[in-house]
């Protein structure tokens, strides 16, 4: 099992004063490191993976808090795919914990990632 590692980032951000200031460096940086740990606990995993998350959801939430695409962002998270994406729906409970980002985007961020998910041809 992978965590993951932009809600660690987070969770840090929280404590500054660029809490609400997101730079695509730093979606750069998280990408990045989520791959790191996939690959070296992808060496460790009996013939499945689980992912928490992944760079590719990284690029997404890029869009979200920057506004825009990134390239950069797009090209690491290229790098790893998965056999199957598991997007859950919005009909399960939203439930705040203290960082999750609105409820009101639910639906939005959701059909986001089925689009780009289409498009690309992931199974999921």
Same mark, same amino acid.
């Given at each position: 099992?992978?965590?993951?590692?932009?809600?660690?980032?987070?969770?840090?951000?929280?404590?500054?004063?660029?809490?609400?200031?997101?730079?695509?460096? =730093?979606?750069?940086? &998280?990408? *990045?490191?989520?791959?790191?740990?996939?690959?070296? %606990?992808?060496?460790?995993? /009996?013939?499945?993976?689980?992912?928490?998350?992944?760079?590719?959801?990284?690029?997404?939430?890029?869009?979200?808090?920057?506004?825009? =695409?990134?390239?950069? &962002?797009? *090209?690491?998270?290229?790098?790893?795919?998965?056999? %199957?994406?598991?997007?859950? /729906?919005?009909?399960?409970?939203?439930?705040?914990?203290?960082?999750?980002?609105?409820?009101?985007?639910?639906?939005?961020?959701?059909?986001?990632?089925?689009?780009?998910? *289409?498009?690309?041809?992931?199974?999921?």
């Amino acid at each position: 099992w992978v965590p993951e590692y932009g809600r660690t980032y987070y969770e840090g951000k929280m404590t500054s004063d660029q809490l609400n200031n997101w730079q695509t460096a =730093e979606f750069v940086h &998280i990408a *990045k490191v989520q791959n790191t740990v996939e690959e070296a %606990l992808a060496k460790q995993a /009996n013939k499945v993976l689980i992912c928490d998350t992944s760079s590719f959801a990284t690029e997404i939430w890029h869009e979200r808090y920057v506004g825009t =695409e990134s390239k950069e &962002i797009k *090209k690491i998270s290229s790098k790893m795919t998965a056999d %199957l994406y598991i997007v859950t /729906n919005t009909d399960i409970p939203f439930v705040q914990d203290g960082t999750r980002d609105g409820e009101s985007i639910r639906q939005k961020m959701h059909e986001r990632f089925v689009e780009v998910l *289409k498009e690309r041809k992931q199974n999921f």
